[in-house]
């Protein structure tokens, strides 16, 4: 019973760690993109097949690229841990890592 309890936090505690963490556009594969809140399967996909193009510069460049991406959903994007070249979209608020 013991066990099965531990497992069960360390298994929550992983998933959490996960959902924190920073996904960069350039790097990312399909199922990382997946894990953006705000990014479906038919955004992910537009994304890396504009990423075969060349890799994104900037967030102009990211939002320019992507179609249905503008400033607004850039922000929610950075906001919710999505980064370009390792860069948060300037005046979006910071992701926290816990």
């Known amino acids: 019973m013991f066990k099965k ?4 936090v360390a298994t929550l505690a992983a998933t959490m760690t996960f959902a924190w ?10 199922a990382a993109l997946d894990t953006i809140r ?3 399967p038919a955004k992910t996909k537009a ?8 890799e ?3 967030w102009a460049d990211f939002e320019a690229r992507v179609k249905g991406i503008g400033a607004k959903n850039a922000a929610r ?5 999505l980064q ?7 005046g979006a608020p910071a992701k926290s890592a816990k």
Not at 84 to 90: A, F, L, P, R
């Open 56 to 58: 994104f510069k900037d």
């Open 21 to 30: 963490a920073q996904v960069d556009v350039n790097k990312a594969d399909e």
């Open 47 to 54: 994304i890396l097949e504009e990423r075969k193009k060349g």
């Open 84 to 90: 370009v070249n390792g860069k948060s979209k300037d």
């Open 38 to 40: 705000g990014l479906g």
């Open 5 to 8: 309890l531990l497992l069960a």
């Open 77 to 81: 994007l950075s906001e919710a841990g």
